[in-house]
C-alpha cells in the first residue's frame, strides 16, 4: 500500500490584488522529506511556503495535511513551524521565553517547559544567553533563536522563509549544516526557500525550481544539477554559458555543422532546427587551438580570451566564440587577444530545442531523462 | 587650503536670531499666564499664604477625588477600547469588517467634546434613547428608571470622544511593526486575542502611554462635558474653576485649583516618563 504524502498541494493558485502569483503548484511532499523550493526573486517561492503556513488565502487549489484539507484553517491551528527571513523575534522577549512560548500556548507545566527549553538552548548552543533579549544578541544566534523557536513544540512540519539570507558567510555556511543535521536527527519534514543554488543543494534532498509562479523542474540535487530539463533550470543551476546553434539534417541524421568557431557534431535524436547549447564555465576544458581533435561526441569551440581574472583557485577566463560571449576556467592565465580551444563533454553539454518564448522550455532529446528508479527521500 | 573657524559669537548669532520670535511667543503667551496663574494661588487678601489650598481641602477634596476617579476610569476604558480596535483593525481576518471599522471609529475625532455632551445628554436622560433601548429588552422598568447624568455619563463621554485618537495612534503604531513578529505568533499557536497581549501591545506600549497621557491632559481640561451631563454634586475640578470666577469671581481659589490640576496632570506625565525610561534601560 502506498504511503500518504505527509503535505501535498494540489492545483495551487495564489495572488495579490489582480495578479497572479502561483499558477497551479501541484507538489506532494513525504514526511521527513527536505524539500528546497529555489528560484529568484518574484518566482513565487515565498508565496507557496505562506500559503502552506496559511498566511495567504489561495484563490484555487487545496493543501493537505496528511489527507486532510487544511485549505481553509487558519495559521495557529495548521500545527507548522515557520522560521521567518526577519527573524521576527519578540523585542520586549527574552530568549528562553521565545523558546518556551509555542510550549505555554500547549499547557505544559512550568518544570517542562523549563527542562525543553534547556534541552534545545543546549542543542542551538544558546546555553547561558537564555535571559538575553533579542537586541543583545548576534545576527547567528538571533537566527538560532528563531529556529530555537519553531523546533521547540516538536513540528512535523518546519518552513523555512530564506532563515539564512541575512547571516553573513561563515555563519551562513555553520548553519547551513546545523539546520540539516537537525533536520535528519529530528526526522521533520522541512520545506525551505532560497534563491540560493548552492544552499539548495547541499541542504536538500530534493529541489523544487520555481518560475513564474510555475514549478520548471522538481528532482534530486544531483538529478536538477545534471539533467536540467529546461534552458532556463540549466541556467540558474550555472549552465550560464549560452551558444544560439542550427541543427541540421545530413548523411546519418542530425547534426550540428562544422563552422569557424565549432567542429561538427552529431546530434542524434535531435530535430532540425535552432537549438539552445549551455554549460557551466567548469565543465568546459580550455585546450591550445592545435591539440589533438577530442573525443567523439565532445563538443569542440574556437575562440579568443578577451579577458582574465583570478577570483581564486583558477583563473577565470571570458571568451568571444563567434558572436557568443562565454566564461571558462583554466589553470594557467592567457593574454586576451589568444586563440584558444574550449572542449565541452557531453554530459556536461546540455542542448534544447530553442522555443520561442527565449526560455528554452522545450527539451531537447538528448536532455529527456532517462527513466530513474524511484529514488526514496527517506 | 582649509578655510578658519568662524568665531563662535558669530555661528551662534543667526540660530538665536531665528528661534527668537518663537521663543518669545512661548516665554509671553505660554510660561508667563502659567506663572501669573501659579503666582495668583498664592495670593491672598492678606497677602501671601496657603489659604486657597485650604479652602481647597475644605471645599472641594471630594471633587478632586471625584476627578481622579472619573479620569482614571475613563482612560482604562480608552486603553481597552483602543486596544481591541487597533487590534482588531490589525489581526481582523475579515477585510470588510476592517474597512468598516477602519472607516467609522474616526468619527468622534470631529465632533467637538460640547455636541458630544449634547448628544449624550438626549441619549443617557431619563426618558433617552439608552432607557429607551434597555426598556425594550426588558432590562430597565419605566417607572423606576432613573438618568445617567452624573458622573458615568463624563466617563461615556470621555470615551466616546478619546478613543478613536488613542486609537489613531495606537494602531499606526501596530501598522509599524514588523508583520513578522505577530505571524510568528500565531504561527506558534497563539490565538489573534493571545497575540493582541502577548506579542503586539507590548511592542505599542509606548504609543498607548503617549496616547493616554495626552487623553488624560485633554480631560482635565474639559468644562462643557461635566457641566452638561453631570447634575449632581461632586463634579470636576474644571466646573468647580469655572463656578469659582462665575460665581464669586474668586481667582485666587481658581487658581489654586489649577495649581492642582496641574500638579495632577505632571503626576501622569512624571509617570510616563518613568515608564518610558525604565524601558529604555
Not at chain 1, 521533520?188 to 513564474?212: G, K
Not at chain 1, 535524436?269 to 557551466?280: Q, T
Not at chain 2, 538665536?16 to 498664592?42: D, I, R
Request: proline residues 7%; positive net charge; contains cysteine.
Amino acid at each position: 500500500m502506498q504511503e500518504r504524502d505527509h503535505l501535498s498541494v494540489e492545483g495551487l493558485q495564489a495572488g495579490y490584488g489582480a495578479g497572479l502569483v502561483l499558477k497551479g503548484i501541484d507538489l506532494a511532499v513525504p514526511k521527513g522529506q527536505f524539500v528546497a523550493l529555489l528560484g529568484s526573486s518574484g518566482c513565487g517561492k515565498t508565496t507557496l511556503l505562506r500559503s502552506i503556513a496559511g498566511f495567504e488565502t489561495p484563490r484555487a487549489g487545496r493543501i493537505l495535511r496528511d489527507g486532510a484539507e487544511i485549505t481553509a484553517l487558519p495559521p495557529d491551528r495548521r500545527g507548522m513551524s515557520m522560521v521567518f527571513q526577519s527573524y521576527a523575534l519578540w523585542p520586549h522577549k527574552t530568549v528562553a521565553q521565545h523558546i518556551g512560548y509555542g510550549l505555554a500556548l500547549r499547557g505544559l507545566p512550568r518544570a517542562e517547559i523549563a527542562a525543553r527549553v534547556a534541552e534545545v538552548l543546549a542543542m542551538l548552543g544558546l546555553a547561558g544567553l537564555e535571559g538575553r533579549k533579542p537586541a543583545a544578541l548576534s545576527g547567528g544566534q538571533r537566527q538560532r533563536v528563531a529556529l530555537g523557536r519553531a523546533l521547540a513544540v516538536r513540528p512535523d512540519i518546519l518552513l523555512l522563509d530564506e532563515p539564512l539570507s541575512n547571516l553573513d558567510a561563515r555563519i551562513r555556511l555553520q548553519l547551513r549544516g546545523e539546520i540539516r543535521a537537525l533536520q535528519q536527527a529530528l526526522g521533520i519534514t522541512a520545506i525551505h526557500v532560497t534563491h540560493d543554488r548552492e544552499e539548495a543543494m547541499v541542504m536538500a534532498d530534493r529541489i523544487v525550481i520555481l518560475d513564474q509562479g510555475v514549478i520548471r523542474q522538481d528532482g534530486s540535487p544531483e538529478e536538477i544539477y545534471n539533467r536540467p530539463n529546461s534552458g532556463f533550470v540549466a541556467a540558474f543551476m550555472g549552465a550560464e554559458n549560452l551558444l544560439a546553434l542550427e541543427a541540421v539534417a545530413g548523411d546519418g541524421g542530425v547534426r550540428l555543422p562544422a563552422s569557424e568557431w565549432n567542429r561538427a557534431l552529431p546530434l542524434p535524436g535531435l530535430r532540425p532546427g535552432p537549438v539552445e547549447a549551455r554549460f557551466r564555465a567548469e565543465a568546459a576544458v580550455l585546450q591550445p587551438v592545435d591539440a589533438p581533435e577530442a573525443a567523439p561526441g565532445v563538443l569542440s569551440l574556437f575562440g579568443r580570451v578577451t579577458g582574465c581574472s583570478y577570483p581564486g583557485g583558477c583563473w577565470r577566463l571570458s571568451l568571444r566564440i563567434g558572436q557568443a560571449q562565454v566564461e571558462a576556467l583554466a589553470p594557467m592565465p592567457h593574454v586576451p587577444g589568444s586563440a584558444v580551444r574550449l572542449d565541452v563533454p557531453p554530459a556536461q553539454l546540455f542542448l534544447f530545442a530553442a522555443p520561442a518564448d527565449g526560455r528554452g522550455d522545450t527539451h531537447g532529446p538528448r536532455t529527456v531523462p532517462e527513466p530513474q528508479p524511484q529514488r526514496s527521500f527517506r | 587650503m582649509p578655510s578658519p573657524a568662524l568665531p563662535r559669537h558669530r555661528s551662534a548669532l543667526p540660530g538665536l536670531l531665528l528661534v527668537a520670535p518663537a521663543l518669545a511667543m512661548v516665554l509671553v503667551f505660554f510660561v508667563l499666564p502659567l506663572a501669573a496663574s501659579v503666582t495668583g494661588a498664592f495670593a491672598t487678601e492678606e497677602g501671601r499664604s496657603l489659604a486657597n489650598f485650604a479652602k481647597i481641602a475644605d471645599l472641594y477634596l471630594p471633587d478632586i477625588l471625584f476627578t481622579l476617579l472619573v479620569i482614571g476610569l475613563s482612560t482604562l476604558l480608552i486603553a481597552v477600547f483602543s486596544l481591541a480596535i487597533a487590534g482588531y483593525l490589525t489581526l481582523g481576518r475579515n477585510p470588510r469588517a476592517v474597512a468598516l471599522l477602519r472607516w467609522l471609529y474616526r468619527w468622534p475625532l470631529f465632533i467637538p467634546f460640547i455636541v458630544t455632551a449634547q448628544v449624550l445628554r438626549t441619549f443617557l436622560a431619563k426618558n433617552g434613547m439608552l432607557n429607551g433601548g434597555l426598556e425594550l429588552v426588558g432590562l430597565v422598568d419605566p417607572a423606576t428608571a432613573s438618568n445617567w447624568l452624573d458622573g458615568r455619563a463624563i466617563v461615556f463621554a470621555f470615551v466616546w470622544k478619546q478613543t478613536p485618537f488613542v486609537t489613531l495612534l495606537v494602531a499606526g503604531a501596530m501598522t509599524s511593526l514588523d508583520r513578522g513578529t505577530i505571524e510568528a505568533a500565531l504561527n506558534m499557536g497563539a490565538s489573534r486575542l493571545r497575540t493582541l497581549w502577548d506579542i503586539v501591545t507590548p511592542q505599542v506600549a509606548g504609543t498607548l502611554m503617549t496616547g493616554l497621557i495626552l487623553s488624560i491632559v485633554t480631560m482635565m481640561s474639559v468644562l462643557s462635558v461635566p457641566m452638561m451631563l453631570n447634575a449632581t454634586a461632586p463634579t470636576t475640578i474644571t466646573a468647580d474653576i469655572a463656578f469659582r470666577i462665575n460665581a464669586y469671581g474668586d481667582y485666587g481659589v481658581a487658581n489654586a485649583l489649577g495649581v492642582v490640576s496641574l500638579l495632577m496632570t505632571s503626576g501622569f506625565a512624571i509617570l510616563y516618563l518613568r515608564l518610558g525610561l525604565k524601558e529604555r534601560t
